[in-house]
Nanobody
Framework: QVQLVESGGGLVQAGGSLTLACATS????????MGWYRQAPGKQRDFVAQ???????NYANSVKGRFTISRSIAKNTVYLQMDNLNPEDTAVYYC?????????WGQGTQVTVSS
C-alpha cells in the first residue's frame, strides 16, 4: 500500500503562485508515472500534469506554460509549481501514482484563487 500526502494548497490572489508537494511512502521512480489532477465543485476530476518514470512531462492545455511538474527521487516527492493562477484554477488538487498493477490517490489539497 502506497500513501500519498499532498501539501501546499491555500488561498492566493489571481496572478499569484503556489507550489504543491506530494510525498509518497513508495518509490516514485518505480511508478509508471506520477500525476496531478484537480476537481472543482460540481465537476469531474480532470488531468492537470504528469511526469513519467523517464522524466517526460505532459500537461493539460489549460495549464500549459503556467504549471510545472517536477520530482525529487531522493525525497520520493512530486511537486507542482503553479504560476499566474486564475480563479478557474480553484479546485481540490489530487496526487496520483500509477504503478504496474495499482494506482493510488492522495486525499487532496484545496487551492482557492480569488479574483
Amino acid at each position: 500500500q502506497v500513501q500519498l500526502v499532498e501539501s501546499g494548497g491555500g488561498l492566493v490572489q489571481a496572478g499569484g503562485s503556489l507550489t504543491l508537494a506530494c510525498a509518497t511512502s513508495g518509490s516514485i521512480f518505480s511508478a509508471n508515472f506520477m500525476g496531478w489532477y484537480r476537481q472543482a465543485p460540481g465537476k469531474q476530476r480532470d488531468f492537470v500534469a504528469q511526469i513519467t518514470r523517464g522524466g517526460t512531462t505532459n500537461y493539460a492545455n489549460s495549464v500549459k506554460g503556467r504549471f510545472t511538474i517536477s520530482r525529487s527521487i531522493a525525497k520520493n516527492t512530486v511537486y507542482l509549481q503553479m504560476d499566474n493562477l486564475n480563479p478557474e484554477d480553484t479546485a481540490v488538487y489530487y496526487c496520483n501514482a500509477n504503478y504496474v498493477t495499482k494506482e493510488y490517490w492522495g486525499q487532496g489539497t484545496q487551492v482557492t484563487v480569488s479574483s
